[in-house]
């Protein structure tokens, strides 16, 4: 198999097989979350407040006050890498006609020097945020293995992109393959990690906004 | 197995519902609700990180609720939840943690972790790893009918003491009556003020009222060491009496839990809406001084702060009313750092104050309410909870401290236009 019928195969069969994987590992992962139901809250709501999950779904995106100050290393370094690694994955203009191949649907992309610059950043803060995680004693009595391998899930896609995207290590043919291929491990692993987050994080938000919302105090 | 390890586990697994399952699924590990816990503040101790307290419940969760769980506890591959992992979690379940939600409003993700600590509990307590004096303060309010043992005789004698004190008649068992009022073991033993404070103002303010018998305390330790079928009956004896006495109303004391237990978690104890409702006093005394109804003369001049009582504030929303009353009747009011929905806890809520095993730590982690009162510079202290109180004036005895503690129901009398006719 030449380079070539690599690129094919990681273009082709392989991810397919990984968006179906990633589709239904997601699928399976809500089933185990909303399988489980909660009973309905009996006590009177202090104040009706429509929309207080999805309220806090967007609020919680901020630091609240003072922690900004106790830890910097960790909401810098998350705001960093989450919003290099968006950028990264939705406006790199290679990504957009990827995706207008797959959905059919695409959208302006940024300048390419820009979005290097972006994963970059993420890559940087990544390594940051691995080496606050394994310093500081909280961090890493909470760590395990799934925390070290989100982290390689993670950083091997941003790491392969900007090898292929700069010609570096391997022939281009070759890294673009591996690239897709990280991409492809991420999708299928990411239902069965913390990286889930990415999905149920919308839920977890939402309901601690329903439940302080409830009591006139969501945030 | 033994017997009570597999009653824990079934608890466990009881409990676990969407929302849990959701906060187990989203956490990352990002170790943020550390840094909003008292515990960890004070002692830099990792092991007090919130999340952490909950990982028994967490491999419950994973292996009974997730494929790939279940997967490794069928082959043999994960690491069942022991007694003795209980036994060494206990202190970290019930010693180190007063329910106060700091951390659920921090967590990036969402977490609500006290709403999961509470659930923990019950697990804890059925398999037989509660503390002790927890166990002890839930068969008193459950046999006795009140976790200090105190019995009707007792309230007998302070409304006797009270209407000696005041000239107003302490109205007991009757019906038709707007308000039920309840009071917390620590009033009737520590600080009988309130009783006094609360029959003045509503003489004033024209409010009809009573006094139950067999409902006379709003204290539920089942809330705290986490026996939702005790719970249950100890909130069915206020649900009874108020039903019984046809009130309107539920007055709630200066206690955190008791507010909780009665107005959040009372209705589904019981597995019915009230057909009342329940209030704070602060609620209560706010909507009389709204109303105009309540009215005061003077100011107090002396510098003073307010403790926000976690179950009052955070998680009981009522945030606004203190402060509306004490800038009626305080000319310098100063607020605390961190004041209202995001104020650090007394130390002593959640049950910790009625563990003496506790008692250690929680005079240590008091260094940050300390800190947040010398931060004011007063030297009087207003709040609205007897056990944020009692556990504010010994640790401030503790650090050798001169400030004064005052419940903000008596503040108020204390400045209450009285019309003296007979």
């Known amino acids: ?219 | 197995m033994s017997a009570t390890l597999a009653k824990g586990i079934n608890s466990f697994k009881e409990v676990i519902d969407t929302p849990i399952a959701s906060f187990f699924s989203s956490c990352v590990h990002c170790g943020l609700c550390a840094e909003a816990c008292l515990f960890y503040t004070e002692t830099g101790d990792a092991k007090y990180t919130p999340i952490h307290k909950l990982e028994p419940l967490r491999r419950v969760w994973q292996q009974e609720y997730t494929l790939f769980g279940k997967l490794g506890k069928t082959l043999g591959l994960s690491k069942p939840v022991t007694d003795a992992e209980l036994e060494a979690w206990e202190p970290l379940v019930y010693d180190s943690c007063t329910l106060c939600g700091r951390c659920a409003m921090v967590c990036p993700v969402g977490n609500d972790l006290t709403y999961m600590i509470r659930k923990m509990r019950e697990g804890m307590a059925a398999s037989g790893h509660a503390p002790e004096d927890l166990v002890g303060a839930t068969t008193r309010a459950v046999t006795i009918g009140s976790p200090m043992g105190i019995k009707w005789p007792a309230v007998l004698a302070q409304i006797k003491h009270v209407q000696n004190e005041t000239g107003i008649e302490v109205p007991v068992e009757k019906e038709g009556a707007y308000y039920l009022v309840l009071m917390s073991s620590m009033e009737i033993i520590n600080f009988p003020e309130y009783l006094s404070a609360l029959s003045r103002i509503f003489k004033q303010t024209g409010v009809s009222w009573t006094l139950a018998q067999d409902a006379f305390e709003a204290t539920n330790s089942g809330i705290q060491i986490g026996a939702s079928d005790l719970a249950r009956e100890i909130v069915s004896r206020i649900v009874v009496a108020a039903e019984r006495l046809k009130v309107k109303c539920v007055i709630s004391p200066e206690c955190g839990h008791a507010f909780t237990a009665l107005r959040w978690e009372g209705p589904n104890l019981i597995g019915r809406p009230f057909g009342f409702e329940v209030k704070h006093i602060l609620e209560v005394l706010d909507e009389l001084h709204t109303a105009g109804r309540l009215k005061t003369k003077g100011k107090d001049k002396r510098p003073l702060t307010y403790h926000d009582p976690c179950q009052i504030a955070r998680r009981g929303g009522v945030v606004e009313q203190p402060r509306r009353l004490l800038n009626e009747v305080a000319s310098d009011f100063r607020e605390m750092p961190d004041a209202g929905v995001m104020n650090w806890c007394c130390g002593g809520g959640g049950g910790v104050s009625a563990n003496s095993r506790a008692e250690p730590l929680r005079l240590q982690v008091f260094k940050h309410k300390k800190e947040q009162i010398e931060a004011t510079g007063t030297q009087t202290l207003i709040t609205a909870c007897a056990n944020c109180r009692i556990v504010m004036e010994e640790g401030l005895e503790h650090h050798h401290m001169k400030v004064e503690v005052i419940g903000l129901t008596e503040l108020l009398a204390q400045y209450l236009v009285e019309d003296n006719t007979p």
């Open chain 1, 1 to 219: 198999m030449n380079h070539l019928d690599l690129l094919t195969f990681a273009r082709g069969d392989a991810l397919n097989w990984a968006l179906i994987l990633f589709a239904a590992g997601v699928v399976l992962r809500l089933f185990e979350i909303f399988g489980l139901g909660r009973k309905a809250d009996l006590a009177k709501p202090r104040t009706n407040s429509p929309g207080s999950g999805w309220r806090t779904v967007f609020t919680r995106s901020l630091p609240p006050q003072g922690l900004l100050k106790r830890e910097p290393v960790t909401y810098v370094g998350g705001y960093v890498f989450h919003l290099g690694l968006f950028a990264t994955i939705l406006f790199f203009a290679p990504h957009i006609e990827f995706f207008d191949d797959l959905f059919g649907i695409s959208w302006p992309n940024l300048p390419s020097a820009l979005v290097d610059a972006s994963a970059v950043a993420s890559i940087v803060a990544l390594c940051v945020l691995l080496a606050h995680r394994i310093t500081n004693p909280v961090k890493r009595m909470l760590s395990g293995f799934g925390d070290y391998l989100a982290w390689a899930l993670t950083l091997l896609p941003l790491l392969t992109g900007y090898l292929a995207f700069h010609h570096l290590l391997f022939e281009y043919t070759l890294m673009l393959s591996l690239h897709l291929f990280s991409v492809e491990l991420l999708l299928v692993l990411l239902p069965f990690t913390k990286l889930f987050h990415t999905f149920s994080v919308f839920i977890s938000r939402w309901y601690n906004g329903d439940i302080f919302g409830r009591k006139g105090t969501a945030s």
